[in-house]
C-alpha cells in the first residue's frame, strides 16, 4: 500500500499515478541550488508549457518537520502569493 492509500498496480501501467497527482499540490521542491540557479529555474518554468506550482526550497528550521507539515505550511505561503 502507499501512504495515499491505493494499491499499488503493475509496474508497466503508470497511469494510476495520474490519479493519486490529481489529489495532491502542484509543488516543486529544490535543494542544493544557489539562490541564482533558484530564480532561473523558476524563471524558465513556464517554457516547460506544465501547469505552474508552489515551488519550495529546503531551509535549515523546516529539515526536520514533517511532510504534511511542510505541504501546508508551503501552499498557504504560495496561496498568499499568487492571490490578487
Known amino acids: 500500500m502507499l501512504s495515499c492509500g491505493c494499491e499499488v498496480k503493475r509496474r508497466d ?7 493519486i497527482a490529481k489529489s ?3 509543488m516543486c521542491f529544490l535543494s542544493g541550488l ?4 533558484m530564480m532561473v ?3 524558465s518554468f ?3 508549457g506544465l501547469e ?5 526550497a529546503l531551509v535549515p ?5 514533517p511532510l504534511a507539515e511542510l505541504i501546508e505550511e508551503i501552499m498557504l505561503d ?4 499568487v492571490s490578487p
Do not use: C
Open 34 to 37: 544557489t539562490g541564482e540557479e
Open 78 to 81: 504560495h496561496e498568499m502569493l
Open 61 to 65: 528550521n523546516s529539515a526536520d518537520k
Open 52 to 56: 505552474p506550482p508552489a515551488f519550495a
Open 24 to 26: 495532491l499540490p502542484r
Open 13 to 19: 501501467n503508470w497511469a494510476w499515478w495520474g490519479e
Open 41 to 43: 529555474f523558476i524563471d
Open 46 to 48: 513556464p517554457e516547460s
